[in-house]
């Protein structure tokens, strides 16, 4: 492994929905540690692109990198195996169980006897939900009675348990309130300082320009640019939303204009 190498690559990517370029020649990256915001109007791409690096879509055309290496992802089971993990909106939790059978799900442990090994998994979400979430205690609860940012936080320990090295979160707070907003935020900024890449999605500026290191802007389906946010303002990146021109501070995509 080239430890110079990106986590995760997606070069001059393409897809079309009858006759439709949903994305067309994106190319996006991220590194260890590193959280790069895709942001965007709807429909300009955002979910279409990272369901191709999650195996949900095939791209007509482009490339996908993992730590230097191409790789060719065409199921979810594909992209886990190559350390990708997709948090939904959804969250797609088992809402009557607890935290340790949610992130045990369909990978339970078991004894040397095959019966379920419920001491080690509870035991392991302990440790796993202590490194995320240290205020957590509703072990023995359904997750249906948590709140919005501690079901989160289960969601992001199953993708993390299993050794996710990088993890995409498509609108992760679009149906929190501000406190639970902030509680991801946290959740986020825990993940980066274990090395772990994210992609963030959303089409809230705000949402993401604390959080991201970068972020590249997308429109009808191209790239706008992609710019470190300390080289930008967020007025700008607004601009790129809305106008799709790249100022200064911001490599423009293939195609863009500057402005
Ligand atoms: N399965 C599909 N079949 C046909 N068209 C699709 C499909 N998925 C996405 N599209 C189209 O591709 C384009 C990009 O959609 P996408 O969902 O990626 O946008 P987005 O940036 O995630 O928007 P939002 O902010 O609303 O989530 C849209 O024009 C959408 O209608
Ligand atoms: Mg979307």
Redesign the pocket.
Known sequence: MDITSPLVEMRDISIA??G?K?VDAVSVDLHPGEVVGLL?H???????LIKILSGAYRADSGEIRVNGEPVSIGSPRDAKRHGIETIYQTLALADNVDAAANIFLGRELLTPWRTLDDSTMEAETRKVMGRLNPHFRRFKEPVKALSGGQRQSVAIARAIYFNARVLIMDEPTAALGPAETRQVAELILELKRQGIGIFLIS?DLHDVFDLADRVSV?KNGRVVGTARTGDVTQDEVLGMIISGKCPAGAVPGPGALRG
């Open positions: 929905f009858g439709i949903a965007g709807n429909g300009a791409g955002k979910s279409t089409h997308m």
